[in-house]
């Protein structure tokens, strides 16, 4: 690996070890006063309707998700990128190679923001999740395409998976999360098998995004108040993407050297 990636595959290595510090510190929901006003079995129903929300856009959701943005476009820019980085790498391509990932990130925020609080004003908590997971994979996808990857097959599906639920946990889960995806992002740039099975990740995601959107959901299904509830959409898209564009510029960055 030459210099140029050492340096760029160091610096994320420090933003997420910074980011994790961060959100292991983090002070307690503002929704956390109505914890105990949570009915007993709703955390269930969220983790079934994320788990059936995941399934639904993996089978139906794909090809509408694709008409939102340019593949093409995506699949264009990054051949661009890797023909100037061909031979030696800079840091200023290996940064331009980084910034439609960086873009989607910011791009979907808005969405998360206007789905949420607009729900959130009706007092529509669960019935809002596939509406929620179809913003989140976009990001996603579109973030997997600007390094090169695509996100089509069941494998690919797994990796992206972990890495969401693996950005939504704390300590030691979170980090065997984050080894289990750097060993299926290897197994997979090796052409070998994945280590995981679909449903398996397809369940820890959704327990992981249930765990973290429980409260807020269950304030979102209260009518006028349920817009603060809602707009607890847009850290979790942040915090997914953000992890999520850093986890697939390193792979880039491992499979490049």
């Given amino acids: 690996m030459d210099r140029a ?7 994320l290595q420090k933003q ?11 002070k307690p929901s503002v929704f956390a006063s109505v914890q105990d006003k949570i009915p007993d079995g709703l ?23 694709d008409k939102t943005y340019d593949a093409d476009k995506l699949r264009q820019e990054y051949e661009e990128n890797e023909r100037s980085l061909s031979g030696r790498a800079t840091g ?18 808005g969405i998360a923001l206007a789905e949420g609080a607009v729900l959130g004003v009706l007092g529509v908590g669960l019935p809002d999740i596939p509406l929620f997971l179809a913003g989140l994979l976009r990001g996603l996808y579109r973030i997997a ?7 089509k097959s069941e494998s690919e599906r797994c990796y992206l998976l972990l890495l969401i639920a693996a950005s939504l946990s704390k300590g030691e889960e979170r980090a065997r999360l984050a080894a289990l995806a750097e060993d299926t992002a ?21 327990a992981r995004l249930a765990d973290e959107m429980l409260t807020a959901k269950f304030v979102q299904g209260l009518p006028v108040v ?26 880039r960055l491992l499979r490049g050297a």
């Fill in 43 to 65: 955390r269930d129903k969220l983790e079934l309707a994320f788990r059936n929300g995941f399934r639904l856009v993996f089978e139906k959701g794909g090809g509408l998700i």
């Fill in 145 to 151: 395409q600007s390094f090169g990857f695509a996100c």
């Fill in 226 to 251: 349920g817009i603060a509830g809602g707009l607890q959409n847009v850290p979790v898209y942040r915090r997914v993407t953000a992890y999520a564009a850093r986890a697939y510029e390193k792979r």
């Fill in 16 to 26: 997420e070890a910074r980011t994790a510090a961060k959100y292991e510190k983090a």
């Fill in 5 to 11: 990636r050492r340096k760029r595959l160091a610096r």
């Fill in 186 to 206: 290897r197994a997979l740039d090796r052409g070998e098998a994945c280590p995981a099975a679909l449903d398996e990740c397809i369940d820890t995601a959704a």
């Fill in 92 to 109: 200023r391509g290996l940064r331009r190679l980084g910034a439609r990932s960086r873009a989607a990130v910011r791009g979907g925020t």
